[in-house]
């Protein structure tokens, strides 16, 4: 069985840094991509970040210039650096796993909340 592991999360103030990570084990397979998507109150699910199995990363364009998405593929882990953190950026994220074992598959993890303060 698969497991997506978060941590990272926490409280800051706003211009501040916070790591996120998202570990996954077990019978995964190849991963294709990782992601973070982040979901605030009374708002959609939105991509914030991904990366590629061969690197090549995208974000929106709100996080553009202050996030970093990275990958360790021997750990099977994804990171995403958030600096200069807003208020805005309040949200539970959620990291997203694209692998390929038979067929792809999709997991999610369970969430992490981020609060910033201003």
């Known amino acids: 069985q698969v497991q997506l592991v978060e941590s990272g999360g926490g409280l800051v103030q706003a211009g501040e840094s916070l790591t996120l990570s998202c570990t996954a084990s077990g019978r995964i397979g190849s991963i294709n991509a990782m992601a973070w998507y982040r979901q605030a109150p009374g708002k959609q699910r939105e991509l914030v970040a991904v990366?590629?199995?061969?690197?090549?990363?995208n974000y929106a364009d709100s996080v553009k210039g202050r996030f970093t998405i990275s990958r360790d593929n021997a750990k099977n882990t994804v990171y995403l650096q958030m600096n200069s953190l807003l208020p805005e950026d309040t949200a539970v994220y959620y990291c997203?796993?694209?692998?390929?074992?038979?067929?792809?598959?999709?997991?999610w993890g369970q969430g992490t909340q981020v609060t910033v303060s201003s």
């Open positions: 997203k796993v694209e692998a390929t074992r038979i067929y792809l598959r999709v997991y």
């Open positions: 990366i590629r199995s061969g690197g090549d990363t």
